[in-house]
């Protein structure tokens, strides 16, 4: 009854279970790879289309991750967790599909942007408590795609990976291959600017939107 | 003393945890006084959990499809055609 069950304590252990998949996928077991695709595709094409705002350039992204993915699993050390280095992998991607828009003007990851600028702060109004239970599902989701896709790709590129990928800063900074500081002004700034979108509509009823005095 | 201003500038920080228990108190007691600075504090911790907590729309069907079926066809480190990154 004492003894220890190795086997069964990787099985329980997710990461060391996905790390078991990863190797399994490298060594040519598709059905292994289907099974990390299962799990984060959702995820994949979620952030994919938030960057590009656009269905079909987040399928191509999502296709060329997972395939590019699959061809340098050997590249993989396990050092990362598979995911952000997937994540990595999609990023790139995505940033690729907006550069190729020609007829967006603001696609630049590098434009200068002044980091001691100070954050503009227009609305402020009292928000209901989970003012997201007033809605669906798929009206929220509107609601919250709408208010993205008003960002400047570089605003919300850093918050998708920041606060809905939750990874660290550090990671953000050397996944755009940006300056921490330059990564924190833009987090900054992309989290105020979702901030007044959305008292637009989550704003308590009867609250007026006041100025900000400074 | 702390400032509006001052308080915005380290929004981030303040909401990530990550400044120091000096400078935090100091903002907190700013949070205390400044309505506005409390609004704007609640309303982005609001922002940020509501887009934390959106779940992921399921693939639409074809989609996920097509992607099996061209990771069916290919083997390990034997397509991408791209960098490693």
Redesign the interface.
């Known amino acids: 009854m004492d003894h220890e069950h190795p086997e069964v304590t990787s099985a329980t252990d997710p990461a060391a279970a996905e790390l078991a998949l990863v190797d399994r996928a490298r060594n040519g077991d598709v059905a292994a790879f289907g099974e990390l695709i299962s799990k984060y595709e959702r995820r994949v094409y979620r952030m994919a289309r938030q960057i590009t705002q656009n269905d079909e350039d987040a399928e191509d992204v999502l296709q060329e991750a997972f395939l590019k993915a699959f061809g340098h699993l050997d590249s993989f050390q396990g050092q990362s967790k598979f995911y952000t280095w997937l994540t990595r992998i999609a990023v790139n991607e995505s940033l690729m599909k907006l550069r190729k828009r020609k007829s967006d003007r603001t696609v630049s990851l590098d434009e200068n942007i002044e980091t001691d600028e100070e954050p503009i702060v227009r609305e402020i109004a009292v928000w209901d408590d989970n003012p997201e239970l007033r809605y669906s599902q798929e009206e929220i989701r509107q609601i919250l795609d709408k208010a993205i896709e008003g960002l400047k790709p570089i605003f919300r590129t850093v918050f998708i990976l920041r606060d809905v990928e939750e990874l660290s800063t550090e990671e953000t900074a050397e996944m755009l291959g940006l300056s921490i500081a330059a990564v924190k002004s833009r987090l900054l700034r992309a989290r105020l600017q979702l901030r007044e979108k959305l008292t637009r509509v989550f704003k308590r009823k009867g609250e007026q939107i006041l100025g900000y005095a400074k | 003393m702390i400032t509006?201003?001052d308080f915005?500038?380290e929004?981030?920080?303040f909401?990530d945890e990550t400044t120091d228990p000096v400078l935090r108190a100091e903002l907190e007691r700013h949070i205390n006084e400044c309505p506005?600075c409390w609004?704007?504090c609640?309303?982005?911790k609001?922002?940020?959990q509501?887009?934390?907590?959106?779940?992921?729309?399921?693939?639409p069907e074809p989609?996920?499809e097509?992607?099996?079926s061209?990771?069916?066809k290919?083997?390990?480190?034997?397509?991408?055609?791209?960098?490693?990154?």
């Open positions: 509006c201003k915005l500038r929004l981030n920080d909401l506005n609004v704007i609640d309303t982005t609001k922002t940020i509501v887009y934390k907590g959106m779940e992921a729309q399921n693939l989609v996920h097509r992607l099996m061209m990771i069916a290919k083997k390990p480190g034997c397509c991408g055609g791209g960098d490693t990154h």
